[in-house]
């Protein structure tokens, strides 16, 4: 099961840091993504980690704003999103899958999301 949490209004040129919570298998045996869904719009894939910490990017705007690390201890995941720009704003969502490939029909788990609004 996953949780993702930490979503909310933010002012354009913010930050945010989303969690996911992990609970009935062992996180680090896992690649978790992060998509995101805008209403009218396809589901993107933002970034995803594998299980040896190599990430890979769906969306080159955010490169050098997002980061994804993972706290094992804590079984939880996280999106650290910086420089936050109004074209952010989605639902955004964490997922399982066996590989860090941003396809979201690979991704079998799926937290319930939790809506980013950045404001201009």
């Known amino acids: 099961q996953l949780q993702a949490s930490g979503g909310g209004l933010v002012q354009a040129g913010g930050s945010l840091r989303l969690s996911c919570a992990a609970s009935?298998?062992?996180?680090?045996?896992?690649?978790i993504g992060w998509f995101r869904k805008v209403p009218g719009k396809e589901r993107e894939g933002v970034i995803c980690i594998n299980s040896i910490g190599v990430t890979n990017y769906g969306d080159d705007d955010v490169k050098g704003r997002f980061t994804i690390s993972r706290d094992s201890a804590k079984s939880t995941m996280y999106l650290q999103m910086n420089n936050l720009k109004p074209e952010d704003t989605a639902v955004y969502y964490c997922a399982r899958s066996p590989y860090c490939i941003m396809v979201d029909a690979i991704y079998n788990y799926w937290g319930q999301g939790t809506q980013v609004t950045v404001s201009s």
């Open positions: 009935g298998f062992t996180l680090d045996n896992y690649a």
